[in-house]
């Protein structure tokens, strides 16, 4: 059985939408996803949560959307989290990707097995190439190039996933309040250029991997970009159709780029 441990975002309900049956949907205290929780818990009961979904006969487990890490209350600890304490706490005191490897880790040794959104729903990842009627020119691919080496250097210091690009320069970069953030505050920019989008490049694949949707393209129009560069099998897309006709009837691209295409 699967369970769905759902954050914030559209990205939950789409996975829904996607699998023949409902999962188990789990949700941390807090947290209020797009769907509705079968189960909440909090942190610091994290033991008791995963024998409740052993009992409930669960064995694979799925995360999926945004969650801020939450703070850990020592006093409200239950007896079966005392011994994952210490990685939890190693846990929270790194970058989001070493936080996450660290909870795959819990979740692995207690004999679940982890799977990333796109191996449960995998037509959420898009085909490479160009998936719309305009195409990147020149600059463009000058543009992803550097893109693509901005987010390597961003990466090995577990920072953000994006970064805008505009004749060959980095303009402004994905920080802790996410892609939206970064293309908001960005709506007043003389305009041009690219959204550049990928994973890190060593992070677990399994969790919080890059997605783009409508909004994405709502909020590219508004900055005034030409297009969308996401690194092919390492963005999904939140019902591509939409994202396409949207990115069409705008005029702009978007290119599913591989890894060091030119």
């Known amino acids: 059985m699967l369970a769905l441990i759902a954050g914030t975002g559209d990205l939950p309900r789409a996975m829904l939408a996607a699998l023949p049956e409902r999962p188990?949907?789990?949700?941390?205290?807090?947290?209020?996803?797009?769907?509705?929780?079968?189960?909440?818990?909090?942190?610091?009961?994290?033991?008791?949560?995963?024998?409740?979904?052993?009992?409930?006969?669960?064995?694979?487990?799925?995360?999926?959307?945004?969650?801020?890490?939450?703070?850990?209350?020592?006093?409200?600890?239950?007896?079966?989290?005392?011994?994952?304490?210490?990685?939890?706490?190693?846990?929270?005191?790194?970058?989001d990707d070493g936080a996450l490897r660290a909870f795959i880790a819990v979740l692995e040794r207690r004999g679940f097995t982890v799977l990333g959104a796109h191996q449960v729903a995998p037509d959420l990842l898009p085909p490479s190439g160009i998936l719309t009627r305009a195409a990147p020119q020149d600059r463009h691919r000058i543009d992803a190039v550097e893109g693509e080496r901005h987010l390597a250097r961003m990466g090995a210091a577990d920072l953000g996933q994006a970064c805008l690009v505009r004749d060959g320069r980095?303009?402004?970069?994905?920080?802790?309040?996410?892609?939206?953030?970064?293309?908001?505050?960005?709506?007043?920019?003389?305009?041009?250029?690219?959204?550049?989008?990928?994973?890190?490049?060593?992070?677990d694949r399994r969790a919080d991997l890059p997605v783009i949707g409508p909004g994405t393209v709502t909020q590219a129009?508004?900055?005034?970009?030409?297009?969308?560069?996401?690194?092919?099998?390492?963005?999904?897309?939140l019902d591509r159709a939409a994202v396409i006709a949207a990115l069409d009837a705008r005029g702009m691209f978007l290119w599913v780029r591989p890894k060091g295409a030119k």
Do not use: Y
């Not at 079966?80 to 990685?87: F, K, N, S, V």
């Open 24 to 95: 188990l949907v789990c949700a941390l205290e807090g947290v209020t996803p797009q769907v509705s929780p079968d189960i909440t818990f909090r942190i610091e009961r994290l033991g008791g949560f995963l024998h409740a979904l052993r009992r409930r006969g669960v064995t694979q487990i799925c995360m999926v959307g945004a969650i801020r890490r939450p703070p850990v209350r020592l006093q409200a600890l239950d007896l079966a989290t005392l011994t994952l304490l210490p990685t939890i706490w190693r846990a929270l005191r790194r970058g």
């Open 170 to 203: 980095v303009t402004d970069a994905e920080d802790d309040s996410g892609t939206d953030a970064l293309l908001a505050r960005n709506r007043a920019a003389d305009g041009g250029g690219i959204l550049f989008k990928g994973p890190k490049p060593d992070q």
């Open 221 to 237: 129009a508004a900055a005034g970009l030409d297009g969308l560069v996401i690194e092919a099998q390492g963005v999904m897309i």
